[in-house]
């Protein structure tokens, strides 16, 4: 089965370090607050 070229990405990033798990736990919270924001703006939109 062929990975996803961002799975590749992700494991080369986990092997130069832990400074780029910041980067990825940021980038996980970046994700979240977006999906939280459009759950909000629908939830508003709908009332």
Same mark, same amino acid.
């Given at each position: 089965?062929?990975?996803? %070229? #961002?799975?590749? &990405?992700?494991?080369? !990033?986990?092997?130069?370090? %832990? #400074?780029?798990? &910041?980067?990825?736990? !940021? ?21």
């Amino acid at each position: 089965m062929k990975r996803p %070229e #961002n799975v590749i &990405s992700d494991d080369f !990033e986990c092997e130069k370090g %832990e #400074n780029n798990m &910041s980067s990825w736990k !940021e980038d996980l919270l970046k994700q979240i607050v977006v999906v939280v924001l459009e759950y909000i703006t629908d939830g508003i939109k709908n009332k």
